[in-house]
């Protein structure tokens, strides 16, 4: 995988500095988690966050108690992976040790609408992050039936609380196409709404995208959507006009996320931009777009530090169906190669 290859070599060059022995000693993290600090900054990690992960890999790796037949480099890997969890959003109560992903559980569930209170899902972001994408894969997302192979041969206590956390799939969505500015954005939304059998409602350039909205949600009311999801003006840069309507249309639809498309392209920028969007206009998350193209991984590590809001969505590639929850524990052990 050539997800985050130099952070994760980085990394594991530092562990196996360790090598077998039974004691980390105060010495001898020092050097190396100034490695680390210097590989998280290299991966574009923001300053404050890997200050406070290798702060965090310090404490843990210190004051833990070596267990039986636990060398001081599985004991440092250890450290690493619950400071990532727990920066990314992870229960590592669910998920011990990074090799059990069959207890994966991703960062974080998406509420479910009625025909009668359709569930409104705002997506806002920068021109080119991959918005109007994001839209039609959240939609396909949200349609196909939930087949949950982690669920599998496990017990049922932890089926249960597994099911109770995952977006619930099979649904019934309606794509809205709200932005106006644009107009080969709406053209695009309803192509790639035809190609996956979602109805797109769209009333053109002219109209206001408030009123755009409104007319949407009533007719999902009307027509049995559960689920309506708004894609609403691209912005070039953070604009107030813009935070404005967007904030218009949060008042008119009451929607149970709002969630920034942001490039991991861009690294700790897009963890910057995530803070800057939930201060103007409130947010419930982010989709994290192009980790397929990401060997870095700043952007993933940085978001949930930075702006207290969690990844929810990754985007894993240009084709419709290239979309992923985000789950801290493999993200984690990805990481950490
Ligand atoms: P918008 O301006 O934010 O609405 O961006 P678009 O949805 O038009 O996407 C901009 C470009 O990014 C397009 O060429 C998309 O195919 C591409 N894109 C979007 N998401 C991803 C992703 O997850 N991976 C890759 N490789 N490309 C993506």
């Known amino acids: 995988h050539m997800m985050f290859d130099q952070l994760s070599s980085a990394i594991s060059e530092v562990a196996k500095n360790f090598g077998p022995k039974r004691r980390i000693s105060e010495k001898s993290i020092q050097s190396a988690l100034r490695q680390v600090r210097r590989a998280l900054l290299d991966a574009d990690v923001n300053v404050d966050v890997a200050d406070t992960l290798v702060e ?42 990074a090799s059990q992903q069959a207890k994966s559980v991703p960062a ?3 509420a479910v609408g009625t025909p009668e209170n359709p569930a409104v899902i705002l997506l806002a972001g920068l021109q080119g992050a991959g918005k109007t994408t994001a839209g039609a894969k959240l939609a396909l997302y949200l349609k196909e039936r ?13 089926a249960k609380m597994l099911a109770s956390r995952l977006p619930t799939r099979n649904r019934n969505v309606l794509l809205v196409a709200a932005d106006v500015y644009r107009p080969a954005a709406i053209q695009q939304l309803e192509i790639l709404g ?5 109805e797109v409602f ?5 109209a206001d995208p408030v009123d755009i909205v409104t007319e949407a949600i009533a007719k999902a009311k009307a027509e049995g959507f559960d689920t309506v999801i708004v894609d609403t003006a691209g912005r070039q840069v953070i604009d107030v006009d813009l935070m404005n309507e967007l904030k218009n249309i949060k008042k008119v639809s009451n929607p149970s996320e709002t969630l920034l498309i942001v490039d991991a392209m861009t690294g700790q ?22 980790m397929d193209g990401d060997s870095r991984g700043g952007a993933a ?9 969690p990844i929810k969505f990754i985007g894993i590639g240009e084709k419709v169906a290239d979309l992923e929850p985000f789950y801290p524990d493999r993200m984690a052990s990805r990481i950490l190669g």
């Open 194 to 198: 035809k190609s996956i059998g979602i």
């Open 56 to 97: 965090g890999v310090r404490a843990r790796s210190l004051g833990s108690e070596i267990l039986d037949g636990v060398t001081a480099d599985q004991q440092f890997i250890k450290a690493m992976y619950d400071e990532l969890l727990d920066l990314m959003g992870g229960d590592s109560t669910l998920s011990p040790l």
């Open 108 to 110: 974080a569930t998406l």
């Open 269 to 290: 920028e897009a963890a910057s931009l995530t803070a800057a969007f939930n201060d103007a206009v409130g947010l419930t998350g982010a989709i994290l777009t192009k």
């Open 202 to 206: 769209s009333k053109g350039t002219e």
């Open 301 to 309: 590590v940085s978001v949930r530090g930075v702006s207290g809001k």
């Open 146 to 158: 939930e087949v949950n192979y982690d669920m599998v041969d496990k017990d049922l206590d932890s």
